[in-house]
């Protein structure tokens, strides 16, 4: 076996092992951290597109089940500008029952072939289950290949290391700038309660978020090239 395919082959590995053991969240936790991050993309692509997303053509790699890419088509990406690429096989199944009208690219993102064809290129805590740092540059290099001159990386993950997990690792602003060196702009905004307070304190997540913004524990990083 090559050392590509035992990369690919890790990565499986580090998802089909948090499929056997699901994380049960607190449902309220899952709304407001959802409703903040949500926010924070529309105001940022309604900011650099003009609220006029009908054109744009999106990609997120490491679509999961689609919840982030319907939510792109809940404010105004069409169907058919939606593309979703994924390497596990219960989920490619998910997303081709749940994106039906959109575009599916099972396999290694690596291997995707579009060069300047995306307005957005996005990726939601997929970085940080990526411990081979060679494998990181190559897929933000990617990115950086798909992804239009004027368009943009639209980056969710999070910074800090969980100890009772090794198979993920946390990713700070400075390793983002050196992964995606080549950029011209990289800005930040700091997200998401950290989950073991957030789990706990229900409603109040919103006011605890606001009164204590040092808790936040995820980054969104809007990267562009020129």
């Keep these: 076996m090559g050392i590509k395919k035992i990369k690919i082959q890790n990565i499986k590995s580090i ?17 407001y951290f959802k409703s903040e991050r949500e926010l924070k993309y529309t105001e940022i692509l309604d900011l650099l ?20 890419l319907i939510f792109f088509h809940r404010i105004g990406i069409p169907w058919q500008n939606i593309f979703a690429n994924e390497l596990l096989d219960d989920r490619i199944l998910m997303l081709q029952k749940n994106l ?13 072939d579009f060069e300047r064809f995306f307005d957005i290129v996005f990726q939601s805590t997929v970085f940080s289950s990526v411990l081979d740092y060679e494998f990181k540059r190559s897929l933000a ?7 239009k ?11 800090y290391n969980n100890p009772n997990n090794n198979n993920v690792r946390g990713i700070r602003k400075g390793e983002v700038r050196e992964l995606f060196r080549e950029a011209k702009e ?14 706990k304190i229900g409603k109040c997540y919103n006011l605890v978020n ?13 990267i562009r090239l020129k």
Excluded at 149 to 159: K, Q, R, S, T
Excluded at 186 to 199: M, W
């Design 15 to 31: 998802y089909q092992k948090r499929s056997l053991n699901p994380l049960k969240e607190s449902l309220y936790f899952t709304h």
């Design 210 to 222: 606001s009164l204590f913004p040092f808790l936040r524990t995820h980054l969104i990083a809007v």
């Design 149 to 159: 001159a004027d368009g943009l990386i639209l980056w969710y993950d999070f910074v």
């Design 49 to 68: 597109f003009n609220g006029n997303l009908r054109e744009c053509k999106i990609l997120e790699i490491g679509a999961g089940g689609g919840d982030n």
């Design 100 to 112: 039906i009208k959109s575009n599916i690219y099972p396999g290694n993102a690596l291997d995707l």
């Design 186 to 199: 990289i800005y930040f905004h700091n997200v998401t309660l950290a989950p073991p307070i957030g789990r």
């Design 141 to 147: 290099l990617k990115m950086m290949k798909m992804v």
